[in-house]
């Protein structure tokens, strides 16, 4: 059976040994050659230009720019290029970064190289989806809101407001006095930015502070 | 060429076409002969004092009375010559000083005296002195001129040059005290310090000092008395009055059912800027007299208190800065060969003889992969740092989050942060202390759960990570990450604890670091 043309990859890094460790893993994996390799920014774009590969894989640190740089150029006029983003850098950013920059995948540099393949496959095959190990932690932590924080304390006093119970009611229920458990309330409103207990309970709902169901 | 050569020529060359000038058009024999004479002497002083520069102050006085000899010698048929006299004294004035000038210009008078008045016929003397004597006097003048310039434009030099003295001394002093006692330039013990000075004064029962931080906000420094806390807040006209006209403000301070009280805001003036107020409450009206006394002092600590503050801003950025740097260094250099070292492995793997080489290959490839991960990590520690605008309370959730994720640990997180900010360079050192605590936990705990709990009432601050590991048992005391945590809790005058996670004997590490009193 004779194989399919084989894919043509690019690879961007300013550290020959990866490039070679990353050039050595593509020629074993039969659908790939190696069409060229680039240490800079300036260099990436160059060859992407002169070689038409179907695969960019870029580092994110290089001498002269940002590898994000690259691929917002690539992007700009290559809609259907393969883009992989390879870095050292760890960090949800790193990973939007790369997301928005337009690349079609996000490898760190401590995954094996089947990893990496496997990754340019992807990205010649859907290159503008985007595909990433921890996509899905990054995104629940980035869709995770950041609202207001309440201490165990108070936490608990806005769940005794939801129940409905007074200052008095609180401060007995709690063991404080008055004055402590309307220091707490007012801390909580503050926090919360509510004028008053509706509204407290209203911004609590709806920021995930208290559960819809009455407790 | 040197300036000074430069100098010599181009006036050289100035006069000596002036009086080329001059002999043309009033010219005889004389002059013809004196003005190759010029020239001759001119080349010969500029050659010499080019060639032997210490030689220079002899160069001009000799070249004056060879000068005032070959231009008096054509008086009084010429006068043409004599503008040349003053080329060595205004050089004179240039290079030396009111000395040199008055040599040379009284070689030059000494030289006119013997070609022009004894060459000349006795009659013509007179002439002779009329003519001469204006530029001997031009000459000696043109020369101080030179010298008075010069010592301006020196001077103009050392002024420019002082900024730099005055902040060479500061930073050389900042360093020996620095050295000497490392607390010597805590600016929680002054602001302590200056809150008993006060109370002293005033008799007050409480007193709180505040501290302008980099985003232009009044930040605690330090509290005094038990409700200060609560009642000495910075928003109020006299703050404000205060604020902008860098002078103390009093006022009656009505609170509610309580007794009057009379409330003082002083301010902490560095030279022309303020860097904080300290707001005080009595039962009686200070006097205004008592308010100068005060004010004598506060003006005095301030200074150093803001010296204080400034060092420990310096130091702040310096190892930011750093920081970055190491960040930089591992990552363009050890974790990147490193990484290349697994892809190198990878390739053998794909090789591998039999399934037992495979497997060993498999091990070490995941060992690999696991030095890398921590290496990323490692620079994500490097390079998190703390926004101007989001706080203490933000950094550390972000990076808790993050982390916590990245190493499969279930993170409680709670934050209780006030409004009023800490001082940026604590802010600082709390979330390097908590991310070491973290980064302990993540490498050496095995545990499932971690509880970081963040409380911010600046100037208190406390943050709590601990974890249901295996405990402290396998630490060493001594381990490099406890004696991070134990220096950079020092530097900012923090308590830290290390130690089980409760009493009771459960698993686990906890580490407390704890920042001033807590008062609410």
């Known amino acids: ?215 | 060429m040197t300036s000074s050569d430069r100098l010599g020529l181009t006036t050289r060359a100035f006069f000596l076409a002036t009086v080329l000038g001059l002999t043309l058009a009033f010219g005889d024999g004389d002059a013809y002969r004196g003005l190759v004479g010029l020239l001759l002497l001119a080349g010969v002083a500029l050659a010499v004092g080019r060639l032997t520069p210490l030689a220079l102050r002899w160069v001009l006085p000799v070249e004056g009375l060879l000068a005032a000899l070959i231009a008096g010698a054509a008086l009084p048929g010429a006068a043409t010559l004599l503008p040349y006299l003053l080329v060595p004294p205004l050089l004179a004035g240039v290079s030396s000083g009111v000395t040199a000038v008055l040599l040379t210009a009284g070689c030059e008078v000494a030289g006119l005296l013997v070609a022009g008045l004894l060459g000349s016929p006795s009659d013509a003397w007179a002439t002779v002195a009329e003519v001469a004597t204006p530029w001997t006097v031009a000459s000696l003048g043109a020369g101080l001129v030179a010298v008075w310039v010069t010592q301006l434009r020196r001077d103009a030099r050392r002024t420019s040059q002082a900024s730099y003295e005055s902040a060479r001394t500061l930073l050389s002093q900042l360093r020996t005290v620095a050295r000497r006692l490392s607390s010597g330039l805590d600016p929680v013990s002054m602001s302590e310090q200056i809150l008993v000075a006060t109370s002293e004064a005033f008799g007050d029962t409480q007193s709180a000092l505040f501290v302008r931080t980099e985003g232009g906000v009044l930040s605690p420094l330090g509290y005094r008395g038990h409700l200060a806390r609560q009642s000495l807040v910075v928003e109020d006209h006299l703050t404000e009055a205060c604020w902008r006209t860098m002078e103390p403000a009093l006022g009656v301070q009505a609170s509610g059912r309580s007794s009057t009280r009379h409330r003082v805001v002083l301010p902490l003036r560095a030279g022309a800027r303020m860097i904080g107020l300290v707001v005080a409450e009595a039962g009686t009206a200070p006097a205004q007299s008592t308010v100068d006394d005060v004010m004598v002092v506060l003006d005095q600590h301030a200074v150093r208190l803001d010296t204080a503050l400034l060092f420990d801003e310096v130091r702040s950025l310096a190892t930011t800065e750093e920081r970055q740097r190491v960040a930089r260094e591992i990552h363009d250099g050890v974790a990147q060969e490193i990484a290349s070292l697994g892809y190198l492995v990878d390739e053998l793997t794909a090789h591998a003889l039999d399934e037992a080489q495979r497997l060993r290959l498999q091990g070490l490839r995941s060992e690999i992969t696991r030095v890398v991960s921590e290496l990323r990590l490692s620079i994500f520690d490097l390079r998190s740092d703390i926004s101007p605008t989001a706080g203490l309370g933000s950094a550390l959730s972000d990076y808790v989050r993050e982390v916590g994720a990245r190493s499969g640990l279930t993170v409680h997180l709670t934050l209780d942060e006030a409004s009023t900010r800490l001082r940026g360079e604590v802010e600082t050192e709390l979330l390097r202390i908590a991310q070491e605590a973290v980064t302990n936990a993540r490498r050496h705990s095995q545990a499932a759960n971690l509880w970081v709990d963040c409380r911010v009432r600046p100037p208190y601050a406390r943050i709590t990570v601990q974890d249901d590991g295996r405990g402290l048992g396998a630490a060493r005391p001594d381990s490099y990450g406890l004696r991070i945590m134990r220096e950079r809790a020092e530097r900012i005058n923090a308590t830290l604890e290390i130690g089980q996670r409760d009493e009771s004997g459960a698993p686990g590490t906890r580490v407390a670091v704890t920042i001033g009193a807590d008062g609410a």
């Not at chain 1, 992007?75 to 870095?87: M, P, Q």
């Not at chain 1, 996000?106 to 990754?119: E, N, Y």
Request: hydrophobic share 45%; proline share 4%.
């Open chain 1, 1 to 215: 059976m004779t194989a399919a043309e084989p894919l043509s990859v690019l690879l961007v890094d300013d550290h020959e040994l990866i490039r070679h460790g990353l050039a050595r893993a593509f020629e074993r994996a039969h659908d790939f050659a190696v069409a060229g390799e680039a240490a800079s920014v300036e260099e990436g774009k160059e060859l992407a230009d002169r070689l038409q590969p179907d695969v960019v894989i870029t580092d994110v640190r290089l001498p002269d720019g940002t590898g994000l740089d690259l691929v917002r150029q690539l992007r700009a006029d290559k809609a259907e290029l393969g883009i992989v983003v390879l870095t050292m850098y760890a960090g949800d950013e790193q990973l939007f970064g790369a997301l928005e920059a337009g690349a079609s995948a996000f490898v760190s540099k401590d995954s094996p190289s089947d990893d990496v393949i496997a990754a340019a496959r992807h990205a010649s095959v859907s290159p503008r989806s985007f595909a990433a190990a921890d996509l899905t932690d990054a995104m629940r932590r980035r869709l995770t809101p950041t609202g207001p924080q309440l201490s165990s304390r108070e936490a608990e006093v806005l769940g005794l407001l939801a129940e409905g119970l007074g200052v008095a009611g609180i401060a007995k229920r709690l063991f404080v006095s008055e004055s402590t458990a309307k220091t707490h309330i007012s801390k909580i409103y503050e926090k919360l930015g509510a004028g008053n207990r509706a509204q407290a309970i209203m911004i609590a709902i709806r920021a995930g502070l208290l559960s819809d169901e009455p407790a």
